[in-house]
């Protein structure tokens, strides 16, 4: 069964560190997503991302939130200047056609 | 904004019966995806439904789309404990980028 892997699996960082999610999408899959799930709360939209630009983003993902795919097979979430309110986990899912596969995410502790 | 409201937000039950969650809402998706999710992990996929009135099963499990496109159902026949978890509602909106907002969720715990 192909998967999505994220890497890594837990992240702790200082507050206004930048810090990069990793994602490798299953490999035949064009569009590509980052959703985030705060502790107790609901899994929420961050980004979309097909042809090599974002084709979506919501309120969440302003200024200091970055997405790249750097070679064929990565894509990665930044965060430039962490703040406490960004611990989450951070959930990577890539798509094509009716299959839709998350990772298992990375869990962002910011302190 | 679209959301999508799961009822009930939590069940607990005994091996054996059976249950219905729902997922609601006021806006009309293109399609609706259920979810189970563990504790830590990501979202698992169950099923995807995309036409009104759309009924499919999974073993023990039936998902029903409403007619409207706005709210769906998940039963569990027979209950068991394997079947404890997250359960998670998620539609698409009309955007095209398929960008899923997700439920609320309900939390089943099946007893032995």
């Known amino acids: 069964e192909p998967e999505v892997t994220q890497t890594p699996s837990h992240q702790v960082t200082q507050m206004g560190q930048e810090v990069i999610l990793r994602c490798v999408p299953i490999s035949n899959h064009l569009y590509f997503y980052w959703y985030r799930q705060i502790l107790g709360q609901k899994v929420e939209f961050l980004v979309s991302f097909y042809n090599n630009e974002i084709s979506e983003k919501s309120e969440i993902f302003d200024d200091q939130f970055s997405v790249e795919r750097p070679d064929g097979s990565n894509f990665t979430l930044k965060i430039r200047s962490t703040k406490l309110e960004d611990s989450a986990m951070y959930f990577c899912a890539s798509r094509d056609r009716g299959s839709y596969t998350f990772g298992s995410g990375t869990r962002l502790t910011v302190v | 904004t679209q959301l999508l409201e799961q009822s009930p937000q939590f069940l607990s039950i005994q091996e054996g019966e059976n249950l219905t969650v729902y997922c609601n809402s006021s806006s009309v998706f293109s399609s609706l995806q259920w979810y189970r999710q563990e504790p830590g992990e990501g979202p698992v996929l169950l099923v995807t439904v995309v036409t009104g009135g759309e009924v499919k099963k999974l073993k023990r499990l039936t998902f029903q789309f409403g007619d409207a496109r706005k709210d769906s159902s998940l039963h569990i026949t027979a209950a068991q404990p394997g079947d404890t978890g997250l359960y998670l509602c998620?539609?698409?909106?009309?955007?095209?980028?398929?960008?899923?907002?997700f439920g609320t969720g309900t939390r089943l715990k099946v007893l032995a």
């Open positions: 998620a539609g698409a909106g009309t955007s095209g980028t398929y960008k899923y907002i």
